[in-house]
């Protein structure tokens, strides 16, 4: 945080979080509207691979929550950093489902990470925007829409040098991944997915990087003589070059 380090320098209190929160409690109690829990990154129905199986279903990355092993972590955390008790800041925005969901995270992670406090601070969504590039935050929480139909639209925004990276993460190892899976891979299919999924590992599970929660969900309300609207996975969300009203 601004160049200096922050108590989420200890891998292990990253993986301690990650581990202490319960994903099926935010998506079927606090968010309520068809949302999903992950502990992937790359979201099921973006993309398959050369074998017609989707990314996420093929290499079933991330932290699974574990009340036991989240406190096991915190334990080793609390030697890492020399310090019993730490605080950090959560960056949210201050509207809608995003505050029930940082009061959720917090919930979560002070019960059962005892000694941790997240204080949590709400901002409108251009100060929000600024204060990440700034790198003016311990950690935050977002959400990303994919921009067309493959693992890189989500992966190769944690590439060292990716503009989108506004946390200083960094591993040679991963970037190498991404480089590769945009040049001498592309002509190596299944070379190039099976990679991207030890990516995904490596900025999941090896360094704990992000905590994925929720795969969205869109609730909408149609009358039954609309017809033709196409919904997309990826922008925009609908197409209405075929819709039309149907004659009762």
């Avoid at 949302?35 to 790359?42: A, F, T």
């Avoid at 940082?102 to 929000?128: A, C, M, R, S």
């Avoid at 990516?199 to 994925?212: C, M, T, Y």
């Amino acid at each position: 945080r601004g160049g200096q380090d922050t108590p989420l320098k200890s891998k292990k209190l990253r993986e301690a979080i990650a581990l202490s929160i319960d994903k099926k409690a935010l998506t079927n109690v606090i968010l309520n509207d068809g949302s999903k829990p992950v502990d992937y990154l790359v979201p099921k129905g973006l993309a398959s691979g050369p074998d017609g199986k989707d990314f996420a279903e093929t290499f079933k990355n991330g932290l699974k929550q574990d009340s036991k092993k989240a406190a096991a972590a915190w334990e080793e955390a609390k030697k890492e950093l020399g310090k019993d008790q730490v605080t950090i800041e959560l960056l949210n925005y201050d509207t809608g489902n995003a505050k029930k969901v940082g009061e959720y995270v917090k919930d979560q992670v002070e019960k059962n990470l005892k000694g941790v406090t997240v204080n949590i601070k709400l901002q409108p969504f251009k100060q929000k925007l600024k204060l990440e590039s700034d790198q003016d935050y311990d950690f935050s929480y977002g959400g990303w829409n994919p921009d067309y139909a493959d693992p890189m639209t989500y992966l190769d925004m944690f590439e060292t040098t990716n503009s989108q990276n506004q946390m200083s993460y960094s591993n040679s190892k991963y970037d190498d991944i991404i480089t590769k899976s945009k040049t001498e891979w592309m002509a190596d299919a299944k070379k190039r997915w099976t990679e991207l999924g030890k990516g995904e590992k490596i900025l999941l599970e090896d360094d704990v990087a992000l905590v994925p929660l929720y795969q969205n969900a869109r609730s909408y309300v149609m009358k039954p003589n609309i017809k033709g609207i196409v919904k997309h996975n990826i922008s925009p969300e609908y197409s209405f070059k075929w819709a039309y009203v149907e004659e009762k």
